[in-house]
């Protein structure tokens, strides 16, 4: 692995610093595993690894997962990552979502206003912005072949019998936050799926040798 490191950025940094690897429970290290094995096997063969993150709305988890994966890429110093998200349908880039990110360090900015916003995320002052919005999974800005789809959520899982494309599908699936909208938990409750999300994708990166 080359040893030219991209630098994220402090707030980021922090807060990955701050996850507990151990907090992941046996069961879900095991739902984690092909995601290893996958990202290993690409390290390995030296070859690209593309990871479109799928939710059914591509709204808050595929999003949240998409941009920890491309960070958590950086972090742990693996090349060749180009993570992606995609839905079954298309909604827009919730703003919560959006919020914590921002609240967690990334930058944000948004790009294209409108029903489906087009947000510019970055994660360190060099690296390419991860460009964040909603679309379906197979759209022309996703990758058509030689990618992992990771499905983040049960429904998405469901409604998704065949993913073109895909060699390989993973369900690594997460509460949605949204039925804490409109509440006085939303803020807390879309901070701790992010950190959750964090966890668990990092902790991914961080198996990779």
């Not at 690894?49 to 999003?63: A, E, G, P, V």
């Amino acid at each position: 692995m080359s040893s030219n490191k991209t630098i994220i950025f402090s707030e980021i940094e922090n807060v990955i610093n701050t996850l507990n690897f151990e907090s992941i429970s046996e069961e879900r290290k095991i739902i984690l595993q092909p995601l290893v094995d996958f990202i290993q096997e690409k390290v390995n063969n030296g070859q690209e690894i593309r990871l479109n993150l799928i939710c059914t709305h591509n709204s808050r988890r595929s999003h949240l997962s998409q941009v920890w994966a491309q960070t958590a890429a950086a972090r742990y110093n693996i090349k060749n990552v180009f993570c992606y998200s995609g839905g079954t349908e298309a909604t827009a880039l919730f703003p919560m979502a959006a919020k914590t990110l921002s609240k967690q360090g990334f930058q944000i900015k948004t790009i294209a206003e409108g029903n489906n916003p087009v947000y510019a995320i970055k994660y360190s002052e060099n690296a390419h912005p991860i460009i964040g919005f909603s679309k379906p999974f197979d759209d022309v800005f996703n990758p058509k072949s030689e990618f992992a789809a990771i499905l983040t959520c049960s429904s998405a899982d469901q409604g998704c019998p065949f993913i073109a494309g895909a060699e390989k599908r993973i369900a690594i699936t997460f509460e949605d936050p949204k039925a804490f909208d409109n509440t006085p938990q939303q803020a807390e409750k879309y901070e701790e799926r992010s950190l959750q999300i964090a966890t668990e994708i990092c902790y991914a990166f961080s198996q990779i040798k």
